[in-house]
């Protein structure tokens, strides 16, 4: 097997859905069954995914293939040098798992898809867009450069906006889709100023060549500030895209799309990007931006988990607690933890797909009905679903025999570790309090869902289980979410060949200096070192304080979940205690969750009013400065024309006129000579004789 | 009586031309300002046969004399076509009338 097998094999996975996007968008009006091809380029694309990671993964474990061609080529400009611009595939052991996740849980979300929209009038156009969305989230994991990247992340968020406003038909999912747009944009703003200053700095787009020139000390400005500003620009795109705090506010809105949408985009890949975004550019990170984004992960960790609580819409649940997980990854990576982070978005994106794929069919079956606090009791009528979604839930809620347990407890291990090595503690504490928040709000919505007594009873007695292509996607995801497939011992996910041997920490490249101490490569120095004799450096540091953190915070985190757990079950299985008298004595604390932190409100008194004020002001300055100048234009313009009409008529008409009145004269005396007549024709000639003769005569 | 000379001969020939001009200028009738032209290769005649008998030139001031007369009556006959054709077309002989070289 040689490696351009593998770039070739990357290329079709990438423009396969393209192939799709567009067959199913061009024949989509004409064929009725034309979507099936759409599922079969899918599978196709999942069946190749799997065969790349096979080989990548069994021939090639270590080595990073990539295939790059030079797409434009400016050649030798002034100022800047040699400048050409690299396209190309890169292919390591990250792109190959996250490329399998990405296919397969899209195969999934299509094969659901077919029952679930069965019946829309745009029912074709639904897996165009699905096509279209596969085809730029490869991109994204395939791309070798930032360029690509940026190109790939801009046309996810293109079929992102697509897929929200599916039903635009409603102006809520209208409104949701352009929001969802212009928030991204907020943060892509940032991300494109970081791929900026990059290329001005090194004149390229590739990660190898980047991470080279860092590693050769080479940084923007010369400075390391500079280089922590870069990763946070760059960061803010995995802000937007990962809808991290605080522009968080779209992902709960975006909910408006198809479910399955959510499912795939707003749950397991899109909003995964952004944490892939960081991983990719993690070797250049300083010290400074990688602690920028860990507060950031464990903000957007924390408020959502506590919104996530007080929400009645189960979407919305889901929503927020997405966020709340994209923050654990995000708080991993800043911390350190980057294979724990990628652990977690995979095993995230496989049971948060398999809930948001569970409550679509609890909500296919309710007929649109997504109020929790009208269903209940369904376990019974839906087996298949309440057991999948069960599995799911006790995954996100870290419970052991889970994949989640083993992801979750290594991010935790990871803060905690942290915590230890650099006397941080506020990061852990984040950590540990989410899992017990998250433990509580998973169950509240299981408990209230599926357990006790139906609410609605019309509709309950019209719900009943999936059909088939429906449930099957729910029952290999749900399998996905046990630990087996990662690691053999439930509660050690190193000892699986997932972190032993394809994920591991990627070298650093930034200075030294720019690091956390404990990413330093350098010795510890004397004094400091734990165990005397001992040469061990500052990352075998980490690495040992992450060892030492695994027991107890795994035990931690344990006891956390399950008493998260047992207050869900308290609160609303038992009924011990009573929720709503709760929410009642705690009034403001219940409404201020219950309004999400009021950060809509804030964002609509704050920036939409600025921005609204601001057009306010340009559309003044427009209608009476701009409009002003352009008319006084048209008046000076107009006052000058009147004065060259007048000059016109009077002076060049004068003068024509007079030239025709002269000529005309002239000729009136002139033609009184032109007779006709010879005789006088003969006079003038005989006269005219006299005349020469007499001037010049004296010659 | 005083000697004839060569001034007498030229003053009777300028008369003749004048004559011949005056002719030709203010009579209408075509034909008669055809006479007019006559009269002038006359006078142009008598200067001729004056500068011979004058000169010293021999008989060609008499030759040319004679070439003139031969070709006035030519010209007569060329003019009086013309004047035939004139009447052909306009109907009448009068030139005051025919002012067609106007337009």
Redesign the interface.
Known sequence: MSESVLIQLAEIILFLPLIGFIVTLLFGKKIKYVYNFENFIIILAFALAVVLAYIKLSDFPNQTVTGQFTWINMGNLPLFGTIHIDLGMMVDNIAALMIVVVTLISMLVHIFSIAYMKGDKRYNRYFAYLGIFTFSMTGIVFTHNLLMMYIFWELVGLSSYLLIGFWFEKKSAADAGKKAFIVNRVGDIGMFSGILILFFTYHTFTFDTIFHQISLGHIPFNSEFWLTVTGILIFMGAIGKSAQFPLHVWLPDAMEGPTPVSALIHAATMVAAGVYLIIRVFPILSGGALFFIAIIGALSALIPATIAITQNDIKKVLAYSTISQLGYMVLALGVGAYSFAFFHLMTHAFFKSLLFLGSGSIIHQMHHEQDIRKMGGLRKKMPITYITFLIASLAISGIPLTSGFLSKDGILAGTYAFGSLTGNWFFPFVGFFVALLTALYMFRLVILTFHGEPRDKEKYDHAHESPFVMAMPLVVLATLSIFIWYTPNPFNPEQGALLSKWVKAPEIYTPQDARYTFMKSDAVEPGTKPKAGEEITYSEMYTNAMENAHVPSMILSLFLASSGLLIAFLFYQWKIFDADKLAERTKPVYNFLLNKWYFDEFYAATFVAFTFGLSKVLAWFDANIIDGIVNGTATVTRQFSKLSGKFDNVVVDGAVNSAAYLSGFLGLFFRKF??????T???LV?FSLVILLFLFKSF | MAHIGLNHFLFVSLVLFSLG?FG???RKNAVM?LMGIELILNSANINFIAFAKFGNFGLQGQMMALFVIILAAAEAAIALAIVLNIYKTFSTVN??E??????
């Open positions: 032109q007779t006709g007549k010879v005789q024709y003969i006079v005989i | 001009i030709i200028v203010t300002v030139v005051d025919i002012d067609t070289l106007k337009d």
